[in-house]
């Protein structure tokens, strides 16, 4: 079985997919009631990446000072993940951004064994630096019109 971190990382190594690396692990974060601060650091961590590719250097290092604010208390979490949190605290200070995650060393030989069996991408260059546009973003816009009719709701009976 495959851990939402796993997939994580092989989208960010082997695609180099950061808008797939944030929608999987906001997924399962969402699942867990927004309660990892390791999941919520990688999502920023991707965030920053792919602000960088698309050459918004103040968005990424706006994304990266807010995860080194969560770091400190998200290091056990991540340490559990397979993380190197030593490393990823030196990689966090240098530009550009690594594109290898700092993993501790059997998560490192783990991963790289399943890189072996994971399909290529079949998006174009422009398709992953430009991902949030090809998105379907109904499901988003649906959920948000519910929520505020919620809100309004309880406003009128109050």
Excluded at 45 to 54: E, F, G, I, K, L
Excluded at 93 to 119: I, M
Aim: hydrophobic share 40%.
């Amino acid at each position: 079985m495959t851990t939402p971190f796993t997939q994580y990382t092989l989208l960010f190594e082997c695609h180099a997919d950061y808008f797939e690396c944030h929608e999987v692990l906001e997924e399962a974060w969402q699942a867990e009631n927004r309660a990892s601060l390791g999941y919520a650091v990688l999502i920023q961590y991707a965030v920053a990446h792919y602000h960088a590719r698309r050459g918004n250097e103040i968005g990424a290092k706006k994304s990266i000072a807010a995860l080194k604010r969560k770091l400190d208390f998200a290091s056990e979490e991540l340490q559990s993940l397979g993380v190197d949190v030593s490393q990823f605290k030196r990689d966090l200070n240098v530009w550009p951004l690594s594109t290898v995650l700092p993993l501790d060393e059997p998560t490192r030989a783990r991963t790289e064994r399943l890189k072996q069996a994971f399909e290529p991408t079949t998006l174009s260059f422009e398709e992953l630096v430009h991902k949030h546009m090809y998105r379907d973003r109904n499901p988003v816009v649906a959920e948000r019109l519910r929520a505020l009719k919620a809100r309004n709701k309880a406003k009128k009976t109050t």
